[in-house]
């Protein structure tokens, strides 16, 4: 649970660990069913029906609005959004 | 006014707008009076921007005035569940992530609305980000069912089928991943209608599965859904899984469909945990097909048995991928214990999303895990394939297939929460439907235990113009429109 939630990026509290845990389990469980399925020969499908690529002229068009965009943003400065360091200052 | 409009069909209230009976800020207003008189009670609406809605009335009776009415949606109101984006006005998914979200620009679906001069309005409550049956799930505020307000609306577009039902709304918007329209629609007695995957664009609405999601319409009757989906379905360039095909005239095509069709009935729809007085009113339906001439043959959809299995490793792996967008860096909640830019993402995620969100990232991070993705992943994809060939087998025979929306009426508050996986069965007869990416129209047909039941017709990849005959001689034959909860 510890290696999911790192994955995931959310900080779960002990108490949710244990809970969800304990629901998964009886949810891959049931999932089991799956594994007594004869698959053999069978293609999976990413969509009910095969998706193509739609190609567009490569023309410049309206974009969003930078200041609507800013806006939402939890926390913005000089045009930009605004984020915790990311790279340690080697200097 | 204001009751004398509630329950009228968008037909009748188009031909009161031409006729200049009524007006459509009168329309507006009386949508607005019904929900100070009793959404206080419901609870559907998560809150509506009053001034737009009755700017937009105007502007409809303005177009009217100058003989320049854009169409039969030209001034009637259409709430959108709080998934889908309506430029400048907040879109919370029901989520204390998006608690002060505005979207920045309009949804494809709004903006053809838009152009069809339909009133776009109110953001109707759903559980969070689309993920549950009840709209318990809703960070917001809770949704009663307008005909028993101690039980569910059903989910997740559970405030748009609870807003139409009890009269608020004449139509509303909302999304369907597993049954999402189809299960509340039938909970609350209107109509609701998924329609063929890719069908209706989904660009500016909250993605949740995108392999499965479709947008669609919930109405009072057959007529509407169909006049509403008209306004929306078609190509877009914002969107690469909209189907190119060329949009049918709905109620054109409506009209020169006739029956007798052949109607399958999947014999695994009917097994044990179909509630038996919900049993008794879909047998009643496959009774008036029966006696209106068409061919009913028992068909077998065997591989459905595995469509739940399937549906929440798809679905869940999808939403895992699509919803780590919410890293608090560019837009919704960014947890200000933070001081890293790892803990803003796990930091906000975990103060910003809810317990069944939290759950069903972790189970689709899970089931994507290298060395557990080919056990789970990828043979739910193939159990995807199995489904879609068990469906396109039964159409060799059928033009469409009638069976049950829910195995139950909507449940009291609390009744299966304790229970997930019952509560994820619930979805048994909807979700097969998503994955094999069908359209599907859920019709009202009788009472059980006092509340509403609806049967569903499921069609052919793109023939939504069949469904809506058939679900419209259904309607016609009995009174269903005319019912409405008591509040």
């Not at chain 2, 559907?44 to 854009?70: C, H, M, P, V």
């Not at chain 2, 979200?101 to 109707?124: E, F, H, K, M, N």
């Not at chain 2, 664009?201 to 949740?208: D, H, I, P």
């Not at chain 2, 080919?374 to 995807?384: F, G, H, L, M, N």
């Amino acid at each position: 649970m510890d290696h999911l939630a790192k994955l995931a990026r959310i900080a779960l509290t002990e108490e949710e660990k244990a809970h969800f845990s304990g629901q998964l389990g009886t949810i891959l469980n049931y999932f089991d069913q799956l594994k007594s399925v004869n698959m053999d020969g069978v293609e999976p499908s990413a969509h009910a029906f095969p998706v193509y690529n739609i190609l567009r002229g490569d023309e410049p068009g309206p974009a969003l609005d930078v200041e609507a965009l800013l806006r939402i943003a939890p926390a913005s400065r000089d045009n930009q959004v605004l984020v915790p360091r990311v790279v340690d200052d080697e200097g | 006014m204001s009751d004398s409009l509630s329950f009228k069909s968008v037909a009748e209230l188009s031909s009161l707008l031409a006729a200049g009976k009524i007006t459509s800020l009168e329309l507006m207003q009386s949508c607005i009076d019904r929900i100070s008189a009793v959404d206080g009670k419901i609870g559907a609406f998560l809150g509506f921007d009053q001034e737009d809605a009755i700017a937009q009335a105007k502007a409809s009776d303005e177009r009217r005035k100058n003989g320049k009415t854009l169409g039969p949606l030209d001034g009637i109101p259409v709430g959108l569940k709080d998934n889908i984006s309506l430029a400048g006005q907040p879109l919370t998914c029901a989520s204390k992530m998006l608690k002060s979200y505005v979207s920045p620009y309009d949804a494809t679906v709004t903006a053809r609305l838009r152009q069809a001069g339909a009133i776009v309005w109110g953001w109707l409550n759903m559980d969070e980000f689309a993920m549950g049956s009840t709209t318990e799930n809703s960070a917001c505020k809770k949704t009663c069912n307008p005909w028993d307000i101690s039980r569910v609306p059903g989910g997740s577009s559970g405030g748009c089928a609870a807003a139409v039902s009890a009269g608020m709304t004449p139509l509303a918007l909302g999304s369907d991943t597993g049954g999402s329209i189809r299960q509340p629609a039938s909970y609350c007695g209107v109509v609701g209608m998924k329609p063929t995957y890719g069908r209706v664009s989904r660009y500016g609405v909250a993605a949740f599965a995108s392999s499965l999601d479709q947008v669609g319409p919930l109405a009072h009757t057959v007529e509407d859904a169909a006049l509403l989906l008209q306004a929306i379905a078609g190509a877009d360039s914002h969107d690469g899984t909209a189907l190119v095909n060329p949009v049918p005239d709905y109620l054109r095509e409506m009209d020169s469909k006739k029956g007798p069709w052949k109607v399958g009935v999947p014999k695994e729809f009917f097994g044990d945990g179909l509630d038996s007085a919900v049993r008794e009113q879909v047998q009643k339906a496959i009774e008036f097909y029966k006696k209106a001439g068409c061919t009913i043959t028992e068909i077998s959809l065997p591989e459905t048995r595995y469509a739940v299995a399937a549906y929440y490793i798809i679905a869940t792996a999808e939403a895992s991928s699509n919803l780590a967008r919410f890293d608090g860096i560019r837009y919704g909640h960014r947890s200000d214990k933070a001081t890293d830019a790892v803990d803003v993402y796990s930091l906000s995620r975990a103060e910003g999303f809810g317990p069944e969100v939290k759950r069903r990232i972790i189970l689709g991070t899970y089931v994507l895990t290298s060395g557990y993705y080919d056990a789970y992943y990828v043979r739910a994809q193939k159990i995807r394939t199995l489904i879609r060939d068990d469906f396109m087998r039964a159409f060799n025979d059928v033009d469409f297939i009638l069976a049950p929306v829910s195995p139950t009426i909507a449940p009291k508050f609390g009744e299966k929460s304790n229970d997930l996986l019952a509560l994820y069965l619930g979805d048994i007869y909807t979700i097969p439907v998503n994955l094999a990416g069908l359209p599907a129209i859920s019709v009202p047909c009788g009472v059980a235990h006092e509340m509403p039941v609806s049967f569903q017709l499921i069609g052919k990849p793109l023939d939504e113009v069949t469904l809506f005959a058939a679900a419209r001689e259904f309607e016609k034959a009995h009174d269903f429109v005319t019912r409405h909860p008591q509040l």
